[in-house]
């Protein structure tokens, strides 16, 4: 009765647990031990809190067992029982259970349970183990990172423990860079995370214009949307609703000039300048021609320029610099009544491309106004303008670029002034304080003009920078249109590079930063003097050279020579001192050639050498100095003779003053011997130039 009690009651259990396999065919005797027990307890348990659970369609995929089925393992029962068939006597309620658990003594194979105890505590030991591997990497990282700062730190006790000897030895045979930039360092103007925050290429619309269209061209533009702006370019809108019928208003050719000035893509931009251009030329054309005066060529102002740059990122104090040189308006007075954006701090990292089609676009069509229009700026105008450009063009990312856009400008600029002599030397003035470095300087006259007001320009601006290279301000004043290379003259002398040097050791503080920093500045007195000796070649650039001043010609000739191809030490090591020596042959050959294409001093037929006058000077300075030398000497000796019979302390004391003396001396000596060894080069090459004159005189 138990039996078939249990085995009707574990019929429904067993439909209800759709993740029990099939029983197999083959199902023999079984030794049922106690761990066996526990887990089928436990796979009852299971399958009956997963059949409550499941869904009723899973249990018909599995076939039921009949009562026969489950009845064969009762029959098939030995005769003689085995002693562990059968499990110890428990509480009541259990020993149904049991021959439960008997009746069907086959097994379930874990894999085919989700939730299973075997697979849970897997997952368990594998995070752990993960987790332990991680930590062990961590640590390992940290250690390595603790090893690498000890080396670093052992190399440098290592490189600080070098002796003194070594040193010198890596000093001898090191080879230095090369300290002469051939790209000058710039300056930082425009800050491309402000481009657009004025306006932008969104924001712009023409249905802001207040303008009357007249029309159906004129229609369609104003009333159509910003998307729509390219299709109107291309085919040519704004040219065919402003012709020489209807002249366009501000408002559109001021929008136009923005646009330009922010819209990303190239080509929208350059079909953007060709309507502007188109617009002007229309207007120009029924000026002259015809003299109508409804039409005007719209010249975008300072103020319209200022704005454009100021939208690209520029500030207005870079700009505008000088307070002795400030346009008539204000940064105010620019973004009134505009709406400018938050700054938002980016996180982008990325730098960002400089917009340069819009910037070569605005220069084009200002040199397209000033050629049509020469009257439109006014001299203190054109100056603020020549200054702007000369202070946008040394931006880092333009410096880089062709001045192909910036060239026609210029020109244009230089010769629309009008009272060319008045503004000279203010132009030379504000040109000259525009920056301080002097590579920069030699980028700003080289990007000038080389017409005729631009040499006279190139050659006044180049003095007046030397004049603030070696005089700490801007000293020199142009007082006519032509230069005159007797006012070169001063200055070329103290070009020597180790007149430069003594001045930058002079400037230092402490004597230990002298010796640290010898090096380099043996390398920017070098650096220096490259461009002041690029400054003077400007200078002496004329577009036809006076004869009335070959004479100055000659002495500078003999001065570069004396002054600073002397003093020139070149080094095998310093590889800058040979490139300052070469561009020294240079301009020493292109004084020559001129000096050979000019006729004669005096109407004579040869030039004769002829020593200098601070040759002369110097001779007779040295002439002086040996007679007062000899003067000093004799009564001295007179003294030491006549106290030879005093006692020895006399002696002693005499003798002192004798060292003193001679100290004294040699230390004059050592001061002039620089000067002196100058003066000897000096007559040595004189001389030597006397002998090949007499010579070349005799044949």
Sequence with gaps: MDITATGQTSAPNGSQSPLLEKEPSETGRREINEEDLIDVELD????????????????????????QEMMEPVKKLPVTPVKEAFTEPGPPGYHGQSKIKELRPFTTKSGTYKNNLDQMLKEINSNKRSKEIETKLLTACKEDLLRIAEYEEAEENREEGISNEQKEFLQRYSLMSSAIKEVPPGEVVFNLEKFGRIFNSDTLELRQCAVNPHGPAQKTLLWSSPAQLKLHLNIGLFQEAYDSHLPCPVAVTSFLFKMMSVHPERMVSEKILQALCDIACTAAYQIVKNGSQKFKVWVPSLADMALVLLNMGAAFVTLFPFEDLQPAFTEGDLL??????????????????FPEHNYNNILKYLSYCMALCPRAYSDDELLLLL??????????????????????????????????????????????????????????????????????????????????????????????????????????????????????????????????????LDQQSYYLCYSLLTLANEA?????????????????????EIHVKCDIRENQKCLYRSKVKDLVARIYTKWQILLRRTRPLHDKLYDYWQPLPVDKLTSSQEQCDMDDRDDEQQPMMQDINGEESSGTAENEVVMISVKEVKDDRDDISDSTMPEEMDDNRSMDDTTEAQHSAEFLHGM
């Design 540 to 560: 002496s650039n004329f577009q036809i050279f006076p004869a009335h001043q070959k004479e100055q010609l000659l002495l500078l000739c003999t001065e570069l």
């Design 336 to 353: 009134d009544c505009v709406f400018i954006k938050s700054e938002n701090p980016s996180s982008n990292t990325e730098q960002i491309p």
């Design 44 to 67: 009852l348990d299971s399958a009956l809190d997963l059949g409550l659970t499941q869904s009723s369609h899973s249990s018909e995929e599995e076939q039921l067992l009949s009562l």
């Design 387 to 520: 200054t702007v450009l000369g202070r946008v063009n040394m931006d880092t990312r333009l410096i880089l670029q062709s001045s192909v856009e910036l060239y026609p400008l210029q020109y244009k600029i230089v010769n629309n002034i009008r009272d060319w002599n008045t503004m000279l030397p203010r132009v030379c003035l504000a040109m000259t304080d525009l920056t301080d470095d002097h590579h920069n300087m030699c980028q700003l006259v080289q990007l000038l003009p080389d017409n005729t007001r631009g040499k006279e320009l190139r050659q006044h601006l180049s003095l007046s920078m030397i004049s603030k290279l070696l005089d700490g301000r801007c000293t020199y004043r142009p007082t006519e249109n032509q230069i005159q290379l007797n006012d070169l003259r001063p200055y070329l002398r103290r070009m020597r590079p180790t007149t430069l040097l003594k001045s930058m050791l002079s400037s230092s503080r402490t004597s230990q930063k002298i010796v640290e920093d010898m090096g380099s």
